[in-house]
């Protein structure tokens, strides 16, 4: 069993351009098991801050406005954990982790890493 640590930024952005993005930055911490020479899973849990931007355009009737545009923004820090698999090739590590934001944010991520010593 080996200690992990992982962070990231991810950004989504709406469908065709309608005014809604996010933000999230992962900060985690978990174990990495061996199942068989490498080849592993591993599980994570830790905080997610998540930040959500929804613009509004202008509402014109006629040449008068009726709403300005306007941009809401809403940041919150939620609790979460991913679980995954990967197999290690000498310095080259591939694998697949599913991650649980917040209830309304969740992925399937591949990654590939490599060690820098």
């Known amino acids: 069993v080996t200690a992990t ?3 990231g930024f991810l950004y989504f952005m709406g469908k065709n351009n309608n005014g809604y993005s996010a933000t999230i930055i992962p900060i ?3 174990a990495k098991y061996n199942v068989i020479p490498n080849v592993y899973v591993v ?3 830790g905080l997610n801050i ?3 931007t929804i613009k509004f355009p202008e509402v014109k009737v006629g040449g008068t406005v009726l709403f300005p545009e306007r941009k ?3 940041s919150k ?3 979460g954990f991913a679980f995954g698999a990967g197999v290690g090739l000498g310095s080259l590590d591939l694998n697949v982790k599913y991650m649980i934001y917040d209830s309304d944010f969740n992925s399937l991520n ?4 490599f060690k820098l010593y």
């Open 5 to 7: 640590a992982s962070s």
């Open 28 to 30: 985690l911490a978990g």
């Open 43 to 45: 599980a994570q849990t």
């Open 50 to 52: 998540i930040s959500q």
């Open 72 to 74: 809401v923004t809403d």
């Open 77 to 79: 820090s939620k609790f």
């Open 110 to 113: 591949a990654g590939v890493s």
